[in-house]
């Protein structure tokens, strides 16, 4: 009697653990609106750090190999070091930059209000600086700088007002960009109907002017 009563008792402890397996087989987890942007935000953060380090791969391997020439040719060891400092002094911000490349000076509207505009529209944000900045960036400028200030990949640019604060030194209109750089590339990231300065320009009137120049000067970053 007690060895089916064990018996039966297993069976019901059976069924109940299936019943639980699957009663979670069939749970959905449900997120809210702001939790998924956060977990988009990380993911896309994540690949972010993921092409950064893919790409400081690839520097290491060139410059493995150009180790590895160096013993087949007359270049010693530490001239190439030395070249190897002064590439990273200069892609760092810490070393003088000139050659050719654009000034792109920019200064809030000064065009009457309209009636589906508010008085933010005609001025210019560290946002748009910012974007402006990336186009640069992403038109294969080798250095940059805003007022004169260098910048750098930790560089913060924040508005207040009139002004924007850049590496924490505070500077007030026009804001000039200078950028050393292919000119003709430069010219197109910053001219072409479809950029971000054109936009600022035709929509809100801010005012913007480009120029190309055959020797542009960027200076080394001074603080510590």
Known sequence: ?????????????????????????????????????????????????????????????????????????????????????????????????????????????????EITQTPNDLIVHDIDILRVVND????????ISINGERLLSTSKIKCSGATITVNETTYGQPFIIKAVGNVETLMAAMISPQSYTNLLKDVYGIYIDVESKNKVIINPYEKN
């Not at 050719?100 to 000064?110: H, L, Y």
């Not at 640069?136 to 250095?143: E, I, N, V």
């Open 1 to 113: 009697m007690k060895l089916k009563m064990v018996i039966l008792g297993a069976f019901i402890v059976g069924i109940l653990i299936s019943t639980y397996f699957k009663t979670l087989g069939n749970t959905k987890a449900y997120i809210t609106l702001d939790e998924k942007k956060r977990i988009d935000l990380n993911i896309e953060l994540n690949k972010k750090e993921i092409e950064q380090l893919k790409e400081k791969v690839k520097e290491y391997k060139l410059t493995l190999k150009e180790y590895e020439k160096n013993f087949n040719s007359d270049e010693s060891v530490e001239e190439l070091m030395v070249k190897e400092l002064d590439y990273l002094k200069s892609s760092g911000g810490f070393s003088k930059v000139e050659g050719p490349g654009i000034v792109v000076t920019i200064k809030d509207s000064d065009k009457e209000l």
């Open 136 to 143: 640069l960036k992403k038109a294969g400028s080798s250095a």
